[in-house]
């Protein structure tokens, strides 16, 4: 049951850091368009990495098998891996705009 909430945790993190660009035009009235984009890629590696933790102390408490931990840890880095890049890709273009 653990892994669903962690999986889920890095859905959040990947839609965030995928549509992030969507979402800062989404608030441009109410926002500049780069706050909002480093707000979103921020919170998305953080999600990412807060993900990996709380799987690295489930694995140490034996509430996750190591097995599945794995599987997890490496759709996590390379999924995680992708979806920074190119949110980071997105925020110096925009910071490059400026």
């Not at 890095?10 to 500049?32: D, P």
């Not at 694995?59 to 996750?64: D, F, S």
């Not at 840890?73 to 890709?89: A, E, K, M, P």
């Amino acid at each position: 049951m653990y892994i669903v909430g962690l999986y889920s945790m890095m859905l959040l993190a990947a839609l965030l850091g995928w549509y992030g660009e969507n979402i800062a035009y989404s608030f441009e009235e109410h926002l500049t368009v780069l706050n909002t984009l480093l707000v979103v890629t921020v919170v998305s590696i953080a999600l990412f990495i807060i993900a990996y933790i709380i799987g690295t102390i489930l694995l140490a408490k034996g509430k996750v098998k190591p097995k599945m931990y794995m599987f997890f840890f490496t759709v996590n880095i390379v999924v995680g891996l992708l979806v920074s890049v190119r949110s980071i890709f997105f925020l110096t273009m925009g910071w490059q705009l400026l």
